[in-house]
């Protein structure tokens, strides 16, 4: 299975990480390795999150709840939404 990071989903992701790194040194790091984990987790296990609609599923971060992680299944291939 592969993924594809919609280009929206993709400056969000850049600009949530640029804004904890100016939170702390280090942070905006530690939050796109979270985002990696995620990322495994949803590819390992595509069904097991919650469903949200009749094709989207989220999977939350786990040190940052307000963080939902949207995807949606299309044959083999998953899009990340934001």
Avoid at 5 to 34: P, V
Avoid at 43 to 66: K, V
Wanted: glycine fraction near 6%; hydrophobic fraction near 40%.
């Amino acid at each position: 299975m592969n993924y594809r990071l919609l280009s929206i989903a993709d400056a969000e992701l850049a600009e949530a990480a640029s804004w904890y790194e100016t939170q702390a040194t280090g942070l905006g790091r530690e939050f796109l390795d979270e985002f990696e984990a995620v990322l495994d987790r949803i590819m390992r296990f595509p069904e097991a999150w919650t469903r949200i609609g009749a094709r989207h599923r989220r999977c939350l971060f786990r040190r940052d709840s307000r963080m939902p992680c949207f995807t949606r299944t299309r044959g083999q291939r998953l899009e990340w939404l934001g």
